[in-house]
């Protein structure tokens, strides 16, 4: 997303000379906005045409209307803001602990070719499990408070960012770091000045990922047994045939998921600065 | 003149790689000496081990056998005494230009302040006052090149391995820098070996050119070049350049005149 907004703020300031490309009048960041939201209106006015006439079962498919009056007295009572508020911390901490811990580790394999060998079969299998198999006996372990939520979590994203990690302090220019020893760095040096560094961009892709991962954890341990959080309520509600609370629930997950993409984006473009002068440009085909 | 003071020795130095049809033979039995305040370009054919020898001075390959003296001791290579450009320019692209400037100091636990003092003295004298903060990817192929030559001698190194530094650049550049590194070696007093493709470029620039035959390496034959100029361009004019050319050029076995 961030190539093709910096892509346009670019072109922007070359439009005149770069005028024999033509440019539809919609492709301003205003202009496709209206179109996002049109396209979303649109969406919405045909369910709600179709639970009119009869083509679809409100009763099943919930109706925008319905959804909308759940959603205002959610918010109204303040169950939905609670229930959110609890969801996105587990995710988030969930996320935290797992993406630290698993780049940290990681990264210290780079340490040590003989523990990185003897330890990859063994990350090759617990990687190759359906961490969401686990969530069960997570439930047992921890309990269905918060722990067992942010538990999950942390059992999903751990190992991408552990996996990322290893792999781009692997990949880590050689000659960087032979320049590094020629000065008479040690290996300490090299790895906090060469090698950490050069694996920045491979970790914090992973968050993109890893941020879904976190809601995914925190969203199944609610499904299994808890009394607050997103998950719970939209668990709650399909038992009951309340498909408007589910989609308020969904939807609601789904704006979670959303911001919480653009903040990475942000951590991103802040923290890698040295990228942006390069790679913010898209190539015009 | 004062006497010449050999300052690095190498001695029947021997390496070879496993390959996939057993083991290449790449440095075999290479001895070679380095004067203080030597310029010794080394030429030869692409992959007879110029950079191996390189990486066996800098202490980042281990030879199979031979040694190497330096000031009279014998050591295990010259790591962290060395000022190693290699082939690419290799600025780190996460570290701006003072950044990859101050790494060696940095290293070395130089007071930060001393560091950056020193690098923006070299900086201004290298023509990049100005672009302290700039990241490497928005700089130019020369700037970047001065920008790495900075790096390896703000270390203050006993000797600068230069691998192919010019090589990636145009002409014109190439001759600007080359009259930048004369300067620079002449100022601080440094002692030079230059591993070039560039016959040119190793009369124009060197006290001595090394030749060495294809792999295993050996030096086939040492020249001294005699031609007192201040400068890579007005070397080239000398009325002994040409002479130096044709006869590397046929050290080489390259054809400088058409057989019809
Ligand atoms: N780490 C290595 N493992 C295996 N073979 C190697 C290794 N490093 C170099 N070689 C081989 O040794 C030979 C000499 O390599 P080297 O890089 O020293 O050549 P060079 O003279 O610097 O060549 P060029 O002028 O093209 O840079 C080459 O044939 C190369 O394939
Ligand atoms: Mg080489």
Known sequence: MSLVMSGTSARKKTAPRNSRKKRSTFDTTLGRAVLQLLAVAVFFALWEAGVHAGYISAFLMGSPSGIFATFYKLILSGELLSDSWYTLFEAILGFIIGTIFGSLFGLALWYSVFVAKLVEPFIVAINSVPKIALAPIVVLWFGTGLISKVALA???????????????????????????????????????????????????????????????????????????????????????????????????????????????????????????????????? | MPPKQVQLTVQNISKSFAGKGGDVNVLDDLSFTINERDFVSIIGPSGCGKTTIFNIIAGLLEPDGGTITYRGKEIESLRGRVGYMMQKDLLFPWRTVMGNVLLGLETRGVDQKEAEEKAREYLKQFGLAGFENAYPKTLSGGMRQRVALIRTLIMDPDILLLDEPFSALDYQTRLYLEGVLKDAVQTYNKTVILVTHDIDEAVALSKRVVVLSGRPARVKVVHEIDIEATSPITARNDVKFSTYFKTLCAELDIQTETTS
């Open chain 1, 154 to 285: 942390v059992s999903l994203t751990a190992l991408v960012a552990l996996i990322a990690a290893y792999q781009a302090a692997k990949d880590a220019d050689v000659d960087l770091q032979s320049l590094m020893i020629s000065m008479g760095a040690d290996k300490h040096q090299v790895f906090w000045k060469a090698v950490v560094p050069s694996t920045l961009p491979s970790i914090i892709a992973t968050f993109r990922i890893n941020i879904g991962f976190g809601l995914v954890g925190a969203v199944v341990g609610e499904f299994i047994s808890s009394q607050r959080g997103l998950g719970h309520m939209i668990f709650l509600a399909s038992s009951l045939y309340d498909l408007n609370s589910v989609w308020v629930g969904l939807f609601t997950l789904m704006i979670l998921g959303f911001v919480l993409y653009y903040v990475i984006d942000i951590i991103e473009r802040t923290s890698l600065p040295w990228k942006q002068a390069t790679t913010s440009h898209q190539v015009q085909v």
